[in-house]
Protein backbone atom coordinates (compact mmCIF):
# COMPACT_ATOMS: atom_id res chain seq x y z
CA UNK A 1 0.00 0.00 0.00
CA UNK A 2 1.22 3.51 -1.16
CA UNK A 3 0.62 6.34 -0.22
CA UNK A 4 1.47 9.31 1.65
CA UNK A 5 1.40 10.51 5.03
CA UNK A 6 0.70 13.96 6.25
CA UNK A 7 2.17 15.56 9.02
CA UNK A 8 1.21 18.99 10.66
CA UNK A 9 4.56 20.43 11.74
CA UNK A 10 8.41 20.25 10.56
CA UNK A 11 9.47 22.21 13.77
CA UNK A 12 10.33 19.63 16.02
CA UNK A 13 11.45 22.21 19.09
CA UNK A 14 8.44 23.75 19.52
CA UNK A 15 5.31 22.38 21.83
CA UNK A 16 2.31 20.40 20.23
CA UNK A 17 -1.14 20.26 22.00
CA UNK A 18 -3.25 17.03 21.93
CA UNK A 19 -5.70 18.51 20.24
CA UNK A 20 -3.32 18.67 16.82
CA UNK A 21 -1.63 15.64 17.43
CA UNK A 22 -5.28 13.65 17.38
CA UNK A 23 -6.08 16.20 14.36
CA UNK A 24 -3.24 15.40 12.12
CA UNK A 25 -3.45 11.54 13.05
CA UNK A 26 -7.38 11.72 12.38
CA UNK A 27 -6.96 12.94 9.00
CA UNK A 28 -4.54 10.21 7.79
CA UNK A 29 -5.78 7.64 9.56
CA UNK A 30 -8.91 8.54 7.33
CA UNK A 31 -7.05 8.45 4.43
CA UNK A 32 -5.38 4.68 5.31
CA UNK A 33 -9.40 3.50 5.87
CA UNK A 34 -10.24 4.58 2.45
CA UNK A 35 -7.27 3.33 0.82
CA UNK A 36 -7.63 0.23 2.53
CA UNK A 37 -11.26 -0.23 1.33
CA UNK A 38 -10.20 0.72 -1.69
CA UNK A 39 -7.78 -2.03 -1.72
CA UNK A 40 -10.50 -4.66 -0.86
CA UNK A 41 -12.53 -3.26 -3.87
CA UNK A 42 -9.87 -3.86 -5.80
CA UNK A 43 -9.64 -7.79 -4.65
CA UNK A 44 -13.25 -7.91 -6.23
CA UNK A 45 -15.20 -8.76 -2.83
CA UNK A 46 -18.55 -7.65 -3.00
CA UNK A 47 -19.54 -4.56 -1.59
CA UNK A 48 -22.79 -3.40 -3.19
CA UNK A 49 -23.85 -0.06 -0.54
CA UNK A 50 -22.11 3.41 0.44
CA UNK A 51 -23.22 2.48 3.16
CA UNK A 52 -21.20 -1.12 3.10
CA UNK A 53 -18.34 0.86 2.21
CA UNK A 54 -18.54 3.44 5.62
CA UNK A 55 -19.08 0.40 7.95
CA UNK A 56 -16.21 -1.23 6.61
CA UNK A 57 -13.64 2.28 6.94
CA UNK A 58 -15.00 2.32 10.31
CA UNK A 59 -14.17 -1.10 10.88
CA UNK A 60 -10.34 -0.17 10.77
CA UNK A 61 -10.88 2.84 12.17
CA UNK A 62 -12.16 0.99 15.51
CA UNK A 63 -9.00 -1.30 14.99
CA UNK A 64 -7.22 1.84 14.76
CA UNK A 65 -8.24 3.59 17.46
CA UNK A 66 -8.05 1.07 19.64
CA UNK A 67 -4.56 -0.50 18.38
CA UNK A 68 -3.09 3.60 19.58
CA UNK A 69 -4.45 2.77 23.00
CA UNK A 70 -1.94 -0.57 23.25
CA UNK A 71 0.99 1.49 21.53
CA UNK A 72 0.53 3.96 24.69
CA UNK A 73 -0.95 1.80 27.19
CA UNK A 74 2.97 1.94 28.99
CA UNK A 75 4.21 5.39 28.33
CA UNK A 76 1.03 7.48 29.43
CA UNK A 77 -0.93 7.27 32.53
CA UNK A 78 -4.45 5.96 32.17
CA UNK A 79 -6.13 9.35 32.45
CA UNK A 80 -3.87 11.05 29.64
CA UNK A 81 -4.56 7.94 27.86
CA UNK A 82 -8.59 7.66 28.37
CA UNK A 83 -8.44 11.59 27.26
CA UNK A 84 -6.43 10.90 23.92
CA UNK A 85 -8.92 7.93 23.09
CA UNK A 86 -11.95 10.02 23.51
CA UNK A 87 -10.92 13.22 21.45
CA UNK A 88 -9.39 10.63 18.75
CA UNK A 89 -12.60 8.75 18.40
CA UNK A 90 -14.82 12.37 18.72
CA UNK A 91 -12.82 13.24 15.98
CA UNK A 92 -13.04 10.18 13.81
CA UNK A 93 -16.40 10.46 14.43
CA UNK A 94 -16.38 14.21 12.51
CA UNK A 95 -14.72 12.05 9.94
CA UNK A 96 -17.97 9.29 9.94
CA UNK A 97 -20.26 12.29 10.21
CA UNK A 98 -19.39 14.01 7.45
CA UNK A 99 -18.95 11.06 5.10
CA UNK A 100 -22.06 8.91 5.81
CA UNK A 101 -24.06 12.55 5.28
CA UNK A 102 -23.15 13.05 1.63
CA UNK A 103 -23.70 9.30 1.09
CA UNK A 104 -26.74 9.27 2.95
CA UNK A 105 -28.04 12.14 3.71
CA UNK A 106 -29.08 13.88 6.88
CA UNK A 107 -28.88 12.04 10.39
CA UNK A 108 -27.18 11.24 13.00
CA UNK A 109 -24.35 9.18 12.02
CA UNK A 110 -21.95 9.47 15.10
CA UNK A 111 -24.00 8.15 17.53
CA UNK A 112 -23.81 4.28 16.11
CA UNK A 113 -20.72 5.01 15.69
CA UNK A 114 -19.59 5.30 19.29
CA UNK A 115 -21.43 2.24 20.06
CA UNK A 116 -19.77 0.52 16.94
CA UNK A 117 -16.58 1.53 18.85
CA UNK A 118 -17.97 0.62 22.66
CA UNK A 119 -18.58 -2.89 21.39
CA UNK A 120 -15.51 -3.24 19.17
CA UNK A 121 -12.52 -1.99 22.22
CA UNK A 122 -14.72 -4.62 23.98
CA UNK A 123 -14.03 -7.28 21.54
CA UNK A 124 -10.03 -6.70 21.15
CA UNK A 125 -9.77 -6.23 25.15
CA UNK A 126 -8.90 -9.77 25.52
CA UNK A 127 -7.25 -10.60 22.18
CA UNK A 128 -3.42 -10.70 21.26
CA UNK A 129 -1.20 -7.39 21.15
CA UNK A 130 2.82 -7.64 19.60
CA UNK A 131 4.57 -5.69 22.00
CA UNK A 132 7.79 -5.37 20.22
CA UNK A 133 6.68 -4.40 16.79
CA UNK A 134 3.36 -2.23 18.32
CA UNK A 135 1.50 -4.40 16.22
CA UNK A 136 -1.83 -6.84 16.21
CA UNK A 137 -1.51 -10.49 17.06
CA UNK A 138 -3.02 -13.13 15.54
CA UNK A 139 -6.45 -13.18 17.84
CA UNK A 140 -6.77 -9.37 17.05
CA UNK A 141 -5.87 -10.08 13.52
CA UNK A 142 -8.66 -12.90 13.04
CA UNK A 143 -11.03 -10.49 15.28
CA UNK A 144 -10.63 -7.97 12.41
CA UNK A 145 -11.36 -10.01 9.71
CA UNK A 146 -14.43 -11.31 10.89
CA UNK A 147 -16.13 -7.83 11.63
CA UNK A 148 -14.94 -7.15 8.03
CA UNK A 149 -16.82 -10.15 6.90
CA UNK A 150 -19.87 -8.83 8.49
CA UNK A 151 -19.68 -6.09 5.98
CA UNK A 152 -19.37 -7.87 3.05
CA UNK A 153 -21.65 -9.88 0.58
CA UNK A 154 -22.52 -13.10 0.92
CA UNK A 155 -20.61 -14.66 -1.64
CA UNK A 156 -17.39 -13.43 -0.74
CA UNK A 157 -17.21 -14.67 3.37
CA UNK A 158 -15.99 -18.01 2.83
CA UNK A 159 -12.22 -16.60 1.56
CA UNK A 160 -12.22 -13.54 2.52
CA UNK A 161 -10.55 -14.32 5.93
CA UNK A 162 -7.12 -15.03 4.89
CA UNK A 163 -6.71 -12.44 2.84
CA UNK A 164 -7.92 -9.66 5.75
CA UNK A 165 -5.69 -10.97 7.99
CA UNK A 166 -2.42 -11.83 6.41
CA UNK A 167 -2.04 -9.83 3.34
CA UNK A 168 -4.80 -6.50 3.85
CA UNK A 169 -4.17 -5.67 7.56
CA UNK A 170 -0.25 -5.90 7.77
CA UNK A 171 -0.10 -3.57 5.13
CA UNK A 172 -2.01 -0.84 6.09
CA UNK A 173 -1.16 -1.13 9.73
CA UNK A 174 2.66 -0.77 9.21
CA UNK A 175 1.63 2.62 7.58
CA UNK A 176 -0.42 3.62 10.70
CA UNK A 177 2.19 2.61 12.70
CA UNK A 178 4.94 4.92 10.92
CA UNK A 179 2.03 7.99 10.98
CA UNK A 180 1.61 7.75 15.10
CA UNK A 181 5.39 7.60 15.00
CA UNK A 182 5.50 10.68 12.83
CA UNK A 183 3.01 13.15 14.92
CA UNK A 184 5.49 11.96 18.16
CA UNK A 185 2.82 9.34 20.45
CA UNK A 186 4.96 6.57 20.37
CA UNK A 187 9.20 6.86 20.14
CA UNK A 188 10.80 6.30 16.37
CA UNK A 189 13.38 3.79 17.15
CA UNK A 190 14.03 3.25 13.47
CA UNK A 191 13.71 -0.09 13.27
CA UNK A 192 10.39 -1.94 11.92
CA UNK A 193 8.34 0.22 9.28
CA UNK A 194 10.23 2.98 7.11
CA UNK A 195 9.94 5.53 4.48
CA UNK A 196 11.74 5.90 1.36
CA UNK A 197 12.35 9.07 -0.36
CA UNK A 198 9.36 9.20 -1.73
CA UNK A 199 7.48 9.32 1.95
CA UNK A 200 6.32 5.54 0.80
CA UNK A 201 5.72 3.22 3.19
CA UNK A 202 8.27 -0.24 3.43
CA UNK A 203 6.56 -2.73 5.23
CA UNK A 204 8.12 -5.41 7.44
CA UNK A 205 6.86 -8.76 8.95
CA UNK A 206 5.16 -9.17 12.37
CA UNK A 207 7.29 -10.99 15.52
CA UNK A 208 6.24 -12.04 18.96
CA UNK A 209 3.18 -11.06 20.87
CA UNK A 210 1.80 -10.97 24.14
CA UNK A 211 -1.63 -10.19 26.09
CA UNK A 212 -2.38 -6.86 27.80
CA UNK A 213 -4.28 -5.88 30.07
CA UNK A 214 -6.50 -3.41 28.77
CA UNK A 215 -9.60 -1.14 30.09
CA UNK A 216 -13.39 -1.15 28.51
CA UNK A 217 -14.02 2.37 27.28
CA UNK A 218 -17.39 3.99 27.05
CA UNK A 219 -16.77 6.00 24.29
CA UNK A 220 -19.72 9.04 24.05
CA UNK A 221 -19.72 12.54 22.67
CA UNK A 222 -18.70 15.14 25.23
CA UNK A 223 -20.08 18.33 23.38
Known amino acids: MRIRIK ?18 LAFNCWKIGMQTLLEIENENFQI ?3 QQRIAIIEEIVALLIHSLDRMVHET ?33 YRTPFYEKLNERFAGYANTKWDNTKNKAGFSMGREFANNIIETLGSRDRK ?10 LPDFFA ?3 KTVKSVGLIEDDGEGSKLDSQHHLITDKEEQVKNVAMPRYEIADKE
Open 159 to 168: WALDYLQQVL
Open 48 to 50: DTQ
Open 76 to 108: IDDEDRATLIQLYAQKMADHVQDNARDFSGNGD
Open 7 to 24: TKWSNKVREVSVEETVSV
Open 175 to 177: LYL
